[in-house]
């Protein structure tokens, strides 16, 4: 089994910053061989796609009012997937989620279709 645990939510005033971790344990060995994405979800809204990268060639893709907000990363030594998040904005505010699929060929979707998840990690952005 693949097991996804978020971290680094919580509290922040508009304008501030957060970075949220995934670690992935489990059956893996190698997070290049992965499709990887961060979602959130706003009270009373469906669940949205944040960012993702495509496994092997790294192509990385983001919800337009993040781009140039956000930053997707990760450390495979770690086993680890990260979301830097800066200016953040009320809008921003929910709970974020990272998952990942194996034995994908093609690019990364923002649509929520993964294998594996995580519990997920909330995210208040509130003066």
């Known amino acids: 089994q693949v097991q996804l645990v978020e971290s680094g939510g919580g509290l922040v005033q508009p304008g501030g910053s957060l970075k949220l971790s995934c670690a992935a344990s489990g059956f893996v060995s190698d997070l290049d061989d992965y499709n990887i994405g961060w979602f959130r979800q706003a009270p009373g809204k469906a669940r949205e796609g944040v960012s993702c990268i495509t496994r092997r060639v790294g192509l990385i893709l983001y919800k337009e009012s993040v781009r140039g907000r956000f930053t997707f990363s990760k450390d495979n030594a770690k086993m680890t997937v990260y979301l830097q998040m800066n200016n953040l904005k009320p809008e921003d505010t929910g709970v974020y989620y990272c998952?990942?699929?194996?034995?994908?060929?093609?690019?990364?979707?923002?649509?929520?279709?993964?294998?594996?998840w995580g519990q997920g990690t909330q995210v208040t952005v509130s003066s």
């Open positions: 998952a990942m699929s194996s034995h994908v060929y093609s690019q990364c979707t923002l649509n929520g279709a993964y294998h594996f």
